[in-house]
């Protein structure tokens, strides 16, 4: 395991999962237990997304500046922190508190995960090129011909590529969506673990997943090499400066390249653009459709039947997804990080973006329980296959030497469209009603299909 980064990468999004799934009790606790209101719950999301607002680029720096690999290890282990810190009380600001822990713990891997898993896979087929360079050739016969046999001497994918292993760009994009896929698995699993404990204690289940994290975070400790990464200053040739200053101005210039390369490239100023609002719109219904749900059947069940009936239902979601992500993966292998390409996942992503509305629809304007339970599923299904096409088009626009500054940059936007739309929207739930804020929700949804389609558009009508 400790020589296969694709392997590792995948346990990451396991492990990702995990730490998803521990929504479930949590928000469970919120909204049956303790009763919160819209706004509050509003609040606490817009405390999570506040703190990646402020620190997801500064950690996607300091990863790029000193170790994408520990990046990670320190981001399991201070959400884990939160996460089994979270229900000692009932305290509101305390809650907060924990949400903003686990908030810069997400932010800490959020970049370093793919840029270390690229680099690695690089370094790994920079490796292998020169060590098959260095062997010595055999005399070929009439028999040895390498297509006599049917085979096109494609490589078998040492590194967990398959097809895709003789081009590790192919590859890359293809471990983007198969992170999901094992996030989707982490999801599943974490939810059984939660809906069996929270039968017994809803907050004991919730304690116990964060301290599954940590230890998560401590085989990753022990696993993960870094053998692809090289800190700038090395780079450069380690001329020596003051260690501080250095660190400063590394950092700044890193940010800086970032934001350039973010700023002068379509795709990637489309999938930002299309990143805030999609998130903003997300950030709601990720607060309030399970209000919404309850509201509109589930008022009867306590705590721990609420936990059985989410966690089943969310399970459910994470098995529908999987195939989902499955076909991104097998879309994303075949295709090149060419012009043509560009504009198909272009206007991919504004259809993943445009179902992920019309599922939203339905959850807020229903009367009808089994259909807003329906189109909760079709947003969460075609929100989470969007987000996987989103990272995968910002990591393959990206410069290695800046790749997690710019993967950063890409969920810096999310969070910047969750604080300034996810609040307004709880205000508009707590003044007017839930659905009406879903259904604005869903209208942004729609909108935020618009910057991914322009950019399809005008790549088309360049090409032409």
Not at 324 to 332: K, S
Not at 399 to 423: H, P, Y
Request: charged residues 15%; without cysteine.
């Amino acid at each position: 395991m400790r020589h296969r980064p694709d392997r590792l990468f995948l346990l990451t999004g396991g492990v990702q999962g995990l730490a998803f799934s521990w929504g479930l009790p949590a928000m469970v606790w919120w909204v049956v237990d303790l009763r919160l209101s819209p706004f509050r719950l509003a609040v606490l999301g817009t405390a999570l997304v506040l703190s990646i607002l402020v620190t997801e680029t500064p950690t996607g720096v300091v990863a790029d500046l000193y170790s994408r690999k520990y990046s990670v290890v320190a981001a399991y282990v201070v959400m884990g922190t939160a996460m089994a810190l979270g229900p000692v009380t009932e305290m509101f600001g305390i809650l907060v508190i924990w949400q903003v822990l686990w908030g810069v713990g997400w932010t800490l891997q959020s970049g370093a995960a793919t840029a270390w898993m690229t680099d690695e896979i690089a370094h790994h087929a920079s490796h292998s090129h020169r060590s098959a360079a260095m062997m010595p050739v055999e005399p070929q016969t009439a028999g040895d011909d390498p297509g006599a046999d049917g085979d096109d001497g494609a490589d078998d994918g040492n590194a967990g590529g398959g097809a895709a292993g003789s081009d590790p760009s192919r590859q890359v994009d293809g471990l983007i969506v198969r992170h999901a896929v094992f996030r989707s698995v982490g999801v599943m699993v974490g939810l059984v673990a939660a809906t069996a404990m929270g039968a017994w204690s809803v907050r004991g289940s919730m304690a116990v997943m964060g301290l599954l994290a940590i230890a998560a975070a401590g085989y990753l400790a022990a696993a993960m090499p870094e053998a692809g990464f090289e800190p700038p200053r090395r780079r450069a040739g380690g001329a020596p400066r003051p260690a501080r200053t250095s660190a400063w101005k590394d950092a700044i210039s890193l940010w800086k390249r970032g934001a350039r390369l973010v700023r002068r490239n379509p795709s990637l100023l489309a999938v930002t653009l299309s990143a805030a609002v999609a998130a903003g719109a997300w950030e709601a219904n990720d607060r309030l459709s399970v209000l919404r749900l309850f509201e509109l059947g589930l008022t009867e069940l306590d705590g721990r039947e609420a936990v059985l009936f989410f966690g089943a239902t969310w399970f459910v979601m994470s098995a529908l997804a999987i195939p989902m992500m499955t076909w991104l993966r097998r879309h994303l292998e075949r295709s090149h990080s060419d012009q043509r390409s560009a504009r198909r996942d272009a206007f991919l992503l504004a259809r993943f973006l445009t179902v992920a509305a019309a599922g939203a629809l339905a959850l807020a304007l229903s009367p009808w329980f089994a259909v807003a339970l329906i189109g909760w599923a079709i947003l969460d299904v075609a929100g989470e296959t969007a987000y996987s096409l989103t990272e995968a088009m910002a990591n393959r626009h990206a410069d290695s030497s800046v790749r997690a500054t710019v993967v950063s940059f890409v969920g810096q936007s999310q969070a910047a469209g969750e604080v300034s739309i996810g609040l307004a929207l709880g205000t508009v739930a707590q003044i007017a009603s839930v659905p009406f804020a879903l259904a604005i929700a869903a209208a942004l949804f729609a909108a935020s299909a618009a910057p991914a389609a322009v950019v399809g558009w005008r790549t088309a009508a360049s090409k032409g």
